[in-house]
Antibody, heavy 124, light 109 residues
């Protein structure tokens, strides 16, 4: 059974930093692209960033480019999101999501499995 | 950036009725479109991918259709557990980017 468990959320001041983690199990982690998708309170879904299975390719939404960094440690089956220069508008539940397709070098296609999410609140 | 517009914003129906949800793209996305269901306090669940393929474990009452700019999610006969928010999502090939529609809330009438 695929399991994705996010951690690292919390309250941070504007301009601060936070690092999210997503521990994965139940599948061959390095063979799947992974993504972060966020949802502001009471709002819709917004894709944030993605990384290929090998970690060699990364992709970002314009809203976070230059501030967030996605990475993965395939030896630890863990996905990360380093968030710097946080803004109030970054406040959201952050989900990690596993891609549908089995491909270690591909960008994601669709988000087949999701974690339960971790809440990030940016406020003074 | 491709914009996805979902309609209606809210759909009020009764169990047993047929639901038809729409998603329109601002430019062609071919068949690269998915549908997700989200219930309160839960993560989204993938229902349909590539416009018309049901994801693993999704009941046959859910079906998707369309290509290009106009897509439809149909629930043939609503069950009580189907009342939720539904999102469509597209993927752009290069550079890879993913956008969601604003959602359709399916509520019990």
């Amino acid at each position: 059974e695929v399991q994705l468990l996010e951690s690292g959320g919390g309250l941070v001041q504007p301009g601060g930093s936070l690092r999210l983690s997503c521990a994965a199990s139940g599948f061959t982690f390095s063979s799947y692209a992974m993504s972060w998708v966020r949802q502001a309170p009471g709002k819709g879904l917004e894709w944030v960033s993605a990384i290929s299975g090998s970690g060699g390719s990364t992709y970002y939404a314009d809203s976070v480019k230059g501030r967030f960094t996605i990475s993965r440690d395939n030896s630890k089956n863990t996905l990360y999101l380093q968030m710097n220069s946080l803004r109030a508008e970054d406040t959201a539940v952050y989900y990690c999501a596993k891609d549908l397709q089995y491909c270690g070098s591909c960008a994601p296609e669709y988000f087949q499995h999701w974690g339960q999410g971790t809440l990030v609140t940016v406020s003074s | 950036e491709i914009v996805l517009t979902q309609s209606p914003a809210t759909l009020s129906l009764s169990p047993g009725e047929r639901a038809t949800l729409s998603c329109r793209a601002s430019q062609s996305v071919s068949s690269y479109l998915a549908w997700y269901q989200q219930k309160p306090g839960q993560a989204p669940r993938l229902l349909i991918y590539d416009a018309s393929n049901r994801a693993t474990g999704i009941p046959a009452r859910f079906s998707g259709s369309g290509s290009g700019t106009d897509f439809t999610l149909t629930i043939s006969s609503l069950e009580p557990e189907d009342f939720a928010v539904y999102y469509c999502q597209q993927r752009s090939n290069w550079p890879p980017a993913y956008t969601f529609g604003q959602g359709t809330k399916l509520e019990i009438k």
